[in-house]
């Protein structure tokens, strides 16, 4: 066996033992991020609430996106990710002090999770830069699929474990496991080195951070077929949120937390045998075309999750939503560390973050707006759509017009991706040389 052959077996191995640390953590935060929902959800009961609470858990990644990118590029990336899990776990022991002592209240949910979502939004891009240092160019496509793997498995294992501990050892009970995850976590990114690149300014100050932030949208904006696709992704993801952070209402005002639970696990059926694909699939010709071929699939998964209220029904349309997210991630994330410089994949893949997620809230204010004021009032009993064809086809009722909503999101998803397939401009983003970096 040839030198460079056991150099790129040693990469993936460390690669792997960090891998295993975030699975567990990420596993231990799934379980919080339930426990949350399904406690705010019993306490309110209202779907533009719950929305909120999501919307605290996206906002980070618009608002410190470049900051993120900045630090990320100019600082130690392995001492970012231990500080900010050490930190998120201190976070986690002070929620369930709150809540033993009988401290806890609703409006303290909100700045809870958007202080912890900060603390993601820095380890975010740092460790995403970090991949491309560790692992060789050849096995990006794999750990990008192994990546997508441990919010898969996570999605699988989560919910069924939460919604079965919830009602004995509630929400504290479930934090304790997270903060206890946490260490695991530290501890493998500690016990590997994480070859960084070279930083000629180490300083990160106002002047820096406005500097990177422009020099990156100079940067992407020269790059246009890589440029639209971000703008297209950004849609998409507006599209699919309008629908996805209304699962938890569409199913607790219907069933209780177990099935919510093994609703949610079905999804993660699906990521994980998306994840697999991702990391087990040759190097695609075109991945771009790929991409958008997967996610028609997406759009159809959401309307089979808008035509019944059975909760079996959803959950098969959100397993064909969710079969082809890790595949289209992880590509959208290999395309990025194949055509961004190292140096600068920090800044570039942080402002690429908050770019995709920044019409998100709107989404999320909107679908609870939307669910709670437009679309139920017309498919309750004597709404304005309950006696049309519409009414007949999915049923009237209570959350029927989520329902709609999700239809209706689908088939946009499917139009706009449809469209993408005869974008010359995109198309062609890797018709010469997929792994090249752009010029």
């Known amino acids: 066996m040839n030198q460079k052959k056991l150099d790129q077996e ?15 953590s990420i596993l231990g935060s799934g379980l919080t991020t339930f426990g949350l929902s399904v406690w705010v959800l019993e306490a309110t009961g209202s779907a533009m609430t719950f929305t909120m609470t999501v919307l605290m858990r996206i906002l980070p990644g618009i608002i410190f996106a470049p900051i993120a990118g900045t630090v990320a590029d100019r600082k130690n990336r392995k001492n970012i990710i231990i500080f900010t ?54 096995n990006l496509g794999r750990a990008n699929g192994m990546m997508q793997l441990i919010p898969s498995i996570q999605n699988i294992i989560a919910p069924v474990v939460a919604g079965a501990l919830y009602p004995l050892i509630g929400l504290s009970g479930l934090l304790t496991i997270d903060f206890i995850t946490f260490f695991v976590a530290i501890g493998t990114v500690l016990s590997q ?8 300014d180490k300083r990160v100050n106002m002047g820096n951070i406005i500097n990177d932030f422009k020099y990156t949208l100079t940067y992407l904006k020269g790059k246009q077929g890589f440029f639209s696709l971000i703008a297209v992704f950004a849609l998409l993801n507006f599209i699919a ?50 991409i958008f071929t997967g996610l028609i699939l997406s759009g159809i998964g959401l309307c089979v999750m808008g035509v019944s209220p059975l909760w079996y029904i959803i959950g098969v349309g959100f397993f064909i939503f969710m079969l082809p997210v890790p595949f289209t991630n992880a590509t959208l994330g290999t395309i990025m560390q194949l055509k961004i410089e190292g140096k600068v994949l920090g800044r570039v893949g942080a402002v690429i973050d908050g770019l995709l997620k920044i019409i998100t809230p709107v989404a999320i204010v909107l679908s609870g707006v939307l669910a709670e004021k437009v679309f139920n009032p017309l498919l309750i009993d004597g709404g304005t759509l309950a006696n049309t064809w519409i009414g007949s086809l999915i049923g009237v009722g209570k959350n029927r017009g989520i329902g709609l909503m999700f239809i209706l999101s689908g ?29």
């Open 193 to 200: 080195k994480i070859p960084q690149p070279v930083i000629e």
């Open 85 to 138: 899990d050490a930190f998120d776990a201190l976070l986690k022991m002070f929620m369930i002090i709150l809540l033993i002592t009988g401290q806890m209240k609703l409006w303290m949910i909100f700045p809870i999770n958007f202080i912890s979502a900060v603390f993601g939004t820095f380890q975010g891009p740092a460790f995403t830069a970090s991949i491309p240092e560790i692992v060789p160019k050849k």
């Open 241 to 290: 949120n309008l629908c996805i952070v209304l699962v938890g209402p569409i199913i607790m005002g219907n069933y209780n937390s177990v099935i919510y639970g093994m609703v949610n696990s079905i999804s993660g059926i699906a990521l994980v045998l998306g994840g697999l694909v991702a990391s087990v699939i040759p190097t695609i010709k075109n991945r771009v075309k790929a």
């Open 10 to 24: 040693k990469s993936m191995k460390k690669f792997m033992i960090i891998w295993i640390g975030q699975f567990v």
């Open 411 to 439: 088939l946009i998803l499917c139009v706009v991706c449809v469209l993408m397939l005869f974008n010359k401009v995109v198309m062609n983003l890797e018709e010469n040389n997929p792994d090249a970096v752009l010029d």
